[in-house]
């Protein structure tokens, strides 16, 4: 998998778990404040259903409770009460127009959950907009780099690699009569290019990603930061690099070469030299 590819997965998950822990505490709140009963009235429910009845009672007794329930019919603090079936029923005050809609808590509450989650989503849209690969123009997608027969006539003049800014990218000619020896260290997208006669490098070292400079006397591209040194078409010729120079895969269109900067392919192992080209000048560095 794609390097690019796993980081945007990463920032998806980042993003969805963000969303969650913002959206958890609210659930959370709604779930505890409906349908519960407080700690008194599940007390009272209980000694209702579990205590015995009581015994008939007396004359006086009978005389107190219907005074009892006179006077528990009387409204307190505005609030009627009335006997149903025997019991006793008192009917709750009016609720809060406030408290039966939403409070300014609420809405406060709700207005900020709202604002983070809009930044959320505008920060993760923003990453995966700058992240994801251009599929046409620009590093990342294919690049286009000129007919194949001018490339190689200015490379011829100048005796050095033509360099495309936008695939941060020298190509470079590559011997037919050697193709035979590439086909047992290249894969086929590189190799496809080699057939055509051309060769993409990504100018980054493989070391520390420096970037790597063509050298005119020695013919060779050589890292200015630790001193790894490579051939015309790429092979690790010395210094701390792990590999030679990583490649693109190219091909060759109607309208010119296109460079795929999109597949990075990992460059040869050490000890690869396929073109057999050694330096042909003092070195650079």
């Not at 406030?98 to 983070?116: H, K, M, P, T, Y």
């Not at 360099?163 to 047992?184: D, S």
């Amino acid at each position: 998998m794609e390097p690019r590819t796993v980081l945007l997965i990463g920032v998806s998950v980042l993003l969805i778990l963000a969303l969650l822990l913002v959206l958890a505490p609210t659930a959370s709140r709604q779930r505890s404040g409906i349908g519960s009963l407080g700690r008194e009235a599940r007390r009272a429910d209980r000694s209702a259903t579990t205590s015995p009845a009581r015994p008939p009672d007396g004359g006086a007794v009978a005389r107190a409770r219907v005074t009892q329930t006179k006077a528990g019919l009387e409204p307190v603090g505005g609030v009627p009460a009335r006997s149903v079936g025997g019991g006793l029923v008192t009917f709750a005050a009016p609720a809060d127009p406030e408290a039966v809609g939403v409070s300014r808590r609420q809405f406060f509450n709700r207005g900020i959950l709202a604002s983070q989650g809009l930044a959320f989503g505008a920060f993760g849209a923003a990453v995966i907009g700058f992240l994801w690969p251009s599929l046409t123009g620009g590093f990342g997608g294919k690049v286009k780099a000129g007919q194949l027969t001018d490339v190689l006539g200015q490379i011829s003049e100048k005796k050095q690699p033509f360099y495309v800014p936008e695939a941060r990218a020298y190509i470079n000619p590559y011997p037919e009569v050697t193709l035979a020896r590439a086909k047992r260290v290249y894969s086929e997208p590189i190799v496809a290019g080699m057939e055509k006669g051309v060769v993409a490098l990504f100018q980054k070292c493989p070391h520390l990603g420096c970037r790597v400079p063509w050298c005119q006397t020695s013919q060779w591209f050589e890292c200015p930061c630790h001193g790894s040194k490579y051939n015309r078409v790429g092979e690790k010729k010395g210094g701390p690099a792990p590999r030679g120079m990583d490649r693109f895969p190219v091909d060759i269109a109607p309208d010119g070469i296109v460079i795929n900067t999109g597949i990075v392919v990992q460059g040869p192992p050490i000890g690869t030299n396929t073109t057999g080209q050694e330096a042909e000048g003092p070195n650079c560095g």
